[in-house]
């Protein structure tokens, strides 16, 4: 029985079971494509399990087939900025704003100042992945500690598609070997949970009837630990991947982000170079 449970007609669900706060994506009907609102409700959900003191582990799940299809790019009200509360902590806010400036506060708020700020979040995280985990949706598995994923779970980062040269968050030369970095960026291909176990991307593969259990026995086990020293952990080992030069990176990569941006606005009709949702499916390998 659960501690906590939310209305289940919003679009991020949160729900305490003893020491483990479960927070779900829940926009099954889109692939669990993150709009503006799923983006500041995580935000919400991330900042109540860190405010619980009764909470030791955080698990970041999606409802139905697919952990998360990336950002939204095109279902209805993707980016409806009016219909919820937003907070522009990093920069100014966006809506409102024309062509790169709201384009570059925008994403610095919600995808790199986001997942930076849950990559510090002093609790172990555990992204349980099932189905697609496509472009942004590798981002919110990145800053989790640990991957667990279905059998029938797959990655990609089709973006290059678009010129981009990956998502935002750039983790990429950081989470796989550089040259396994590139084929999967310059490709688009899908990689399987198979291989990414394999370049120690994910921590563990199971069945996907196995994987409920197989992640709240590890959540349970990990909250046995003493708060402190899980949070203290945490912070050493992203102090060593920052040393390896992950903050850094992601800072520079961000600026070639918004250079594709700008040039997609200027030779095509749009920042994403006229790529939607269904060309961007189909570059991802298919259904």
């Known amino acids: 029985m659960a501690d906590d449970a939310g209305d289940t007609n919003e679009v991020v669900l949160y729900e305490r079971r003893g020491p483990v706060a479960v927070v779900t994506m829940n926009r099954p009907e889109f692939r669990n494509a993150q709009n503006s609102k799923m983006t500041y409700a995580l935000d919400a959900a991330f900042y109540r399990a860190v405010d619980d003191d009764e909470v030791k582990v955080i698990v970041l799940e999606g409802t139905g087939k697919h952990f998360s299809a990336g950002h939204d790019i095109g279902s209805p009200e993707?980016?409806?900025h009016k219909t919820f509360e937003r907070k522009a902590s990093l920069w100014w806010d966006h809506a409102g704003k024309d062509g790169e400036e709201s384009r570059f506060?925008?994403?610095?708020?919600?995808?790199?100042?986001?997942?930076?700020?849950?990559?510090e979040i002093p609790k172990p995280m555990i992204a349980k992945v099932q189905g697609a985990c496509i472009a942004g949706g590798l981002m919110l598995a990145w800053v989790c500690d640990l991957i667990v994923a279905s059998d029938d779970?797959?990655?990609?980062?089709?973006?290059?598609?678009?010129?981009?040269?990956g998502v935002e968050y750039f983790a990429h030369p950081w989470v796989l070997p550089p040259r396994i970095a590139k084929e999967f960026l310059y490709t688009g291909d899908r990689m399987s949970a198979q291989r990414a176990y394999e370049?120690?991307?994910v921590n563990r593969i199971v069945a996907r009837d196995d994987l409920d259990?197989?992640?709240a026995a590890l959540a349970e086990k990990i909250a046995?630990?003493?708060?402190?020293?899980?949070?203290?952990?945490k912070k050493a080992v992203n102090q060593a991947e920052d040393l390896q030069g992950l903050h850094a990176g992601v800072d520079s990569v961000f600026g070639l982000h918004h250079l594709a941006h700008a040039h997609n606005a200027e030779t095509s009709r749009d920042s994403l170079a006229g790529m939607d949702p269904k060309s961007m499916k189909a570059a991802s390998g298919g259904s």
Do not use: K, N, Q
């Open 153 to 165: 779970a797959f990655f990609a980062d089709p973006v290059v598609r678009m010129g981009i040269p």
């Open 224 to 233: 046995a630990m003493p708060r402190l020293g899980l949070a203290l952990t």
């Open 105 to 119: 506060a925008r994403e610095s708020e919600v995808y790199v100042g986001m997942c930076r700020r849950w990559r």
């Open 213 to 215: 259990g197989e992640v």
């Open 78 to 80: 993707r980016d409806a």
């Open 199 to 201: 370049l120690s991307m």
